[in-house]
């Protein structure tokens, strides 16, 4: 079982009137939500075979006007879901070189979107991952139904080592309430790989990534990955290149990525011609934090995050984003902060503070063309800043 309860308290939220043309405040307000809640299993059955499922119930308690990001689940009885639900094999017995995973999982892009919201020393993730999750599945949860061909390979001394996958998905997200990619089917193809120099970030192969080894590594980790995906009732491609890193050096943690999106489509103009474009945008974070020893097994660290988002401002693209399911305008999010990690990850109070800043570009006011205009279940708004107390439990 997992944990992460929050409280916080936001300003300067603004939520857009339609009749009146323009931005009004709500009330500046305090709320406390279950912000992650996982419930599953894991077991090996046979010798080099495992699996994993894990439930989730989010957002409990979320009031859709604070400035925090996400959706809610409230309501009498709030929802329960799958999250994650995959098996991984070990193709030789007493080797990490060839590992198969399948099932529903992340696709291995962005160092970000792979990263667990429990190993982040952010409080909330750089909302970069939702952009790309959902250039790439359809959804901010970011998974998939697909299959992955993994590997991890180290040198003698695990000075220099590789990690690779490469994966094939199947996305329903486009068509028939989400059941379907349409009537014209392209499989989504992802991969990435990792170079690792000094002492690796895992000597066993997995899914599932960390940030802070609380002062044990000392190394550098480049990566770098895309995706392709054919025609679909949406774009005609739709592709994706990222670069990825993450350096630990004793109590120093550095870790960032960035990712670049292009989509082809069309779309039709007044004048009963057929516009043909590439849309492109781009986005990633740059996190820092520095461990200091507060007891036998306790650190404190402060840290940083930047986050940024860019996509179209001119009319035109902005439309072009539309047409194909894409954002556009800007988003930016800072995060600064100090985490209390008193039995490292399993147990960690967080106290940070978040702001951000947004342009529409040339949209008119009620522009919903990313996070920072946008709220599920309420529309067109202008996202304040929060202050933010949270602990994160594992069981």
Known sequence: MMIQ???????????????LDQYEPVDDRFNVMLRRVRLGFKAEPYEGLQFTVVGAYDLIGRDVLTAQVGGSNNGSLPDFGIWDAFFQWRVKKGSEAFNLVGGYFRPQLSRESITSGWSVNSMEKAMSQNYIRR????????????????????????????NYNLGIFNPLTLANNGNSVGTRF?????????????????????????????????????????????????????????????????????????????????????????????????????????????????????????????????????????AVGAFSGTERTYDAGINWYLNKKHLKLTLHYTWRDGNAGE?????????????????????????????????
């Open 135 to 162: 250039h790439l599945v359809g959804t901010g949860p970011g998974r998939a139904l697909g299959i992955n061909l993994g590997g991890l390979l180290l040198s003698d001394g695990n000075k220099l080592g590789l």
């Open 5 to 19: 309860m929050w409280s916080g308290y936001s300003m300067g939220q603004e939520l857009y009137n339609k009749d």
């Open 363 to 395: 949209a008119a006011p009620g522009f919903t063309g990313n996070q920072y205009f946008s709220q599920s279940e309420v529309g067109a708004i202008r996202r304040g800043n929060w202050l933010g107390l949270g602990v994160n439990a594992i069981f």
């Open 186 to 322: 392209a499989p989504l193809f992802v991969g990435r790989a990792v170079v690792y120099l000094g002492n690796p970030e895992m000597t066993k192969y997995k899914i599932g990534y960390d940030i802070n080894y609380y002062s044990q590594r000392k190394g550098l980790s480049i990566g770098g990955g895309g995706s392709w995906q054919g025609q679909t009732d949406v774009f005609e491609s739709s592709y994706a290149v990222g670069t990825d890193l993450l350096f630990n050096w004793g109590p120093l943690n550095i870790d960032g990525d960035w990712s670049f999106m292009w989509r082809e489509g069309r779309r039709p103009l007044e004048n009963d011609t057929e516009r043909m474009f590439t849309y492109n945008s781009n986005t990633g974070h740059l996190r820092l934090g520095y461990n200091f020893v507060a007891g036998k097994k306790a650190f404190l660290e402060p840290s940083f995050m930047l986050m940024q988002f860019n996509g179209a401002k001119g009319l035109d693209g902005q439309a072009d984003a539309k």
